[in-house]
């Protein structure tokens, strides 16, 4: 599959040590130095949304009394964080970047409009989309299919810490099945935990295919962005 702009997903906890909560330095650097090496091998122009997982998740405040509205707005400061982690270990690699916030923050991010986003990205720059939606009520996953579709990429790859989508979580179930490909109504029928449901739906109504992989495994992030499929397929 050619592919010309890409948009890439990872949860805040890739940022940091197994167990681990913040930014951990030197796996953000190894991280940078994987997504400059499949950038140059593919040629592709690539977004990155990161989730803000490693420093905390607005609905297990919610669970403990906080009230949503609250929680998710401060689970989106958590993205900008992230965001400005790895524009910094990009910057070492020597890449151009950028990082565009849904949340105004001008000292240290743009605001998100399509259009730019898009000249960045056709200059050669990898852009950071920060801040999620800017709106409470939707997930990192939401934000990765929505600003996907705002800046007409081809595809959306979902990098997790499992291979791809099972039909049970493979960590505690290790008879559950891998599945290569999906549709998006096998997706939403079977309840298969991979993106919120929001998500899977707007990539179904336009059309927009989502591949899930390993992205911890060496390598993988240049083998997915260079058309290999080594994980799961959603289309």
Not at 5 to 31: H, N, P, T, W
Not at 42 to 71: K, Y
Not at 100 to 112: N, R, V
Request: aromatic share 6%.
């Amino acid at each position: 599959m050619a592919r010309r702009r890409v948009l890439l997903k990872v949860s805040g906890e890739a940022l940091c040590a197994a167990g681990g909560s913040g930014v951990d330095a030197e796996i953000v650097l190894d991280f940078a130095a994987q997504i400059e090496r499949a950038r140059k091998a593919s040629g592709v122009e690539l977004a990155i949304v990161s989730g803000g997982g490693n420093f905390l998740r607005g609905r297990s405040l919610v669970e403990q009394g906080m009230d949503r509205t609250t929680g998710d707005s401060m689970g989106m400061l958590a993205t900008i964080m992230n965001s400005l982690a790895l524009r910094s270990a990009l910057e070492r690699q020597g890449v151009e970047v950028r990082v565009l916030s849904a949340i105004p923050c001008g000292a240290i991010a743009e605001p998100f409009v399509s259009w730019q986003c898009i000249r960045h990205l056709e200059a050669g720059r990898v852009v950071l989309l920060a801040g999620g939606t800017g709106h409470p009520f939707f997930t990192t996953d939401t934000t990765a299919a929505l600003r996907a579709l705002e800046i007409q990429a081809d595809v959306v790859f979902k990098g997790t810490k499992v291979r791809g989508i099972y039909s049970a979580d493979p960590v505690s179930d290790p008879n559950a099945d891998f599945f290569e490909n999906l549709t998006f109504r096998d997706v939403l029928e079977r309840r298969l935990r991979v993106m919120d449901s929001t998500a899977i739906s707007l990539c179904m109504d336009n059309e927009l295919p989502i591949q899930v992989f390993n992205v911890t495994e060496p390598g993988n992030i240049e083998r997915a962005l260079c058309g290999e499929q080594n994980g799961t397929l959603v289309a």
